[in-house]
Nanobody, 123 residues
Framework: QVQLVESGGGSVQPGDSLRLSCALSTRTPSVYAMGWFRQTPGKEREAVSGISANGLNTHYADSVKGRFTISRINDENRIFLQMNSLKPEDSGVYYC????????????????WGQGTQVTVSS
């Protein structure tokens, strides 16, 4: 069974950095588009960042553009989200996600969700 395992959340002060990691727990010869969503109180999950299966195309929400960087290991279903200059509004539960596709920007449901990792940014 395909499952996503993620880690890297924590409690930090504004301006600090965190790096989230996520990987499929099951080996597969195929690589897929993967990304991150976050959920905050009073809001539905929003897409934060995504990366294509080949790693050549990345996507970011306007709110994190220029501060967050998504990356992946070549030919592996493993991604990272480097979060710099964190703001209180970045707080929330971050969920790793995978779409069984080469592209992230496709109108299809997320195929697998990670368990979520809490990010808290406060002074």
């Amino acid at each position: 069974q395909v499952q996503l395992v993620e880690s890297g959340g924590g409690s930090v002060q504004p301006g600090d950095s965190l790096r989230l990691s996520c990987a499929l727990s099951t080996r597969t010869p195929s690589v897929y588009a993967m990304g991150w969503f976050r959920q905050t109180p009073g809001k539905e999950r929003e897409a934060v960042s995504g990366i294509s299966a080949n790693g050549l195309n990345t996507h970011y929400a306007d709110s994190v553009k220029g501060r967050f960087t998504i990356s992946r290991i070549n030919d592996e279903n493993r991604i990272f989200l480097q979060m710099n200059s964190l703001k209180p509004e970045d707080s929330g539960v971050y969920y790793c996600a995978v779409r069984y596709s080469r592209s992230w920007q496709i109108p299809r449901p997320v195929d697998e969700w990670g368990q979520g990792t809490q990010v808290t940014v406060s002074s």
